[in-house]
């Protein structure tokens, strides 16, 4: 439960979930999947990126994060996150954790998400709008989150920048 929470944290990060079979087929060697995502930057003040490759299951992920700002919290994240893998039961396992947690986010406003498929690759594109969200109804199920709020109870950035960057996501202001 505590891993959902530092997940559902940055409201959009995939938990890496794996399938297993008996195909030793080996992702195509694109290694360095962000370098294919192209992301609206507009009005933003950050992007983030973040690839990684399990050889082991047999996947890659590559994300980019833009980050719109104003003053100290964030108004918007769009990303972009894509997975990679020639098992389908990867592509399935991915799409069904998606599916489960990011409709529930859902629930509290100003979130959008969709997921499209294209050959061995999942693709979600993710919108939140923080001015739309009810982080009141958030915090009730997740009260830990307002570590990360600032007196208003608004995201701050650098909350944000720090949680992406312990987890090896990098970040660079535009």
Known sequence: MIKLKKYIFI?????????????DSNITDNSIL??????DTKD?????IKDYKDELNNYALGSKYAIVT?????KTIRSIEIVESNKQSIINDFEGYINANYSR?????????????DNNK?????????????????????PDFVNN???EHKLTYESL???YEENNIVCEEI
């Open 105 to 117: 986010i859902k629930e509290y406003g100003g979130y959008t998400y969709s997921i499209n498929h």
């Open 161 to 163: 920048i720090k949680y």
């Open 44 to 48: 933003a003040s950050y992007l983030c």
């Open 34 to 39: 962000s370098n294919t995502i192209e992301i």
């Open 11 to 23: 409201l959009l990060s995939l938990l890496i979930i794996t399938g297993c079979d008996n195909d």
């Open 149 to 151: 709020l600032n007196e």
């Open 70 to 74: 104003e003053n100290d919290t964030v």
């Open 122 to 142: 999942l693709i979600t594109s993710v919108t939140i709008n923080l001015d739309e969200f009810n982080m009141d109804g958030f915090l009730s199920e997740f």
